[in-house]
């Protein structure tokens, strides 16, 4: 079974989910090196251009997959008084 699941294609859901979540699937090698490459041209054209003095164009990078982070629960803070409160209730 390990066998199989190691020959996977790059871009199959089951690889895309060990690699950290559903924003993975179909990122394969090929389309890293897609947006890699855009990214490069950009910031070549970015390097070459005959801009004026603080005008080249910002050019936004090519979006990525990233898997956002699960937010912890607000810890709430007592004082005190409120720990006191709590354990001489009734």
Same mark, same amino acid.
């Given at each position: 079974?390990?066998?199989?699941?190691?020959?996977?294609? /790059?871009?199959?859901?089951?690889?895309?989910l060990?690699?950290?979540?559903?924003?993975?699937?179909?990122?394969?090698? /090929?389309?890293?090196?897609?947006? /890699?490459?855009? /990214?490069?041209?950009?910031?070549?054209?970015?390097?070459?251009?005959?801009?004026g003095?603080?005008?080249?164009?910002?050019?936004?990078?090519?979006?990525r997959?990233?898997?956002?982070?699960?937010?912890?629960?607000?810890?709430?803070?007592?004082?005190?008084?409120?720990?006191?409160?709590?354990?001489?209730?009734?």
């Open positions: 079974m390990l066998l199989l699941a190691q020959r996977l294609p /790059d871009t199959s859901l089951t690889v895309a060990a690699s950290g979540g559903r924003e993975y699937f179909g990122w394969g090698i /090929d389309r890293y090196l897609a947006a /890699d490459t855009f /990214d490069a041209l950009n910031q070549n054209t970015r390097a070459t251009g005959n801009w003095k603080g005008k080249a164009p910002k050019i936004p990078p090519w979006p997959p990233t898997v956002q982070p699960k937010k912890a629960p607000a810890k709430k803070h007592t004082s005190v008084a409120g720990i006191y409160q709590q354990f001489t209730r009734r």
